[in-house]
């Protein structure tokens, strides 16, 4: 069974920190590409970051760059989002998100979403 379990989020202060997780299991994780999404309230989801399968190489947000950081750790089938100089506009939910494209298979998952809020 497919689970994308995230964790972290949280109020906090404008310009505090957060450090999000997202726990994976079911599928062989290093084969896939892992992003963080968020969803702000009457807004759409909109990509943070992603990271390739062997974690060489990050896209952000212009929104986030700077600020956010992506990484993971496939021997622990876990992918974070540090996110620090956080702004009332980073309140969102935010999403884990596990891809995996070939010629022939296509695999999508998604986590339930942690939910972060930036106030004072």
């Known amino acids: 069974q497919v689970q994308l379990v995230e964790s972290g989020g949280g109020l906090v202060q404008p310009g505090g920190s957060l450090r999000l997780s997202c726990a994976a299991s079911?599928?062989?994780?290093?084969?896939?590409?892992m992003s963080w999404y968020r969803q702000a309230p009457g807004k759409e989801r909109e990509l943070v970051a992603r990271?390739?399968?062997?974690?060489?190489?990050?896209d952000y947000a212009d929104s986030v760059k700077g600020r956010f950081t992506i990484s993971r750790d496939n021997a622990k089938g876990t992918v974070y989002l540090q996110m620090n100089s956080l702004k009332p506009e980073d309140t969102a939910v935010y999403y884990c998100?596990?891809?995996?494209?070939?010629?022939?298979?296509?695999?999508?998952?998604w986590g339930q979403g942690t939910q972060v809020t930036v106030s004072s």
């Open positions: 998100n596990a891809r995996f494209r070939s010629p022939f298979k296509e695999y999508d998952f």
């Open positions: 990271i390739t399968s062997t974690g060489g190489s990050t």
């Open positions: 079911g599928f062989t994780f290093r084969n896939y590409v």
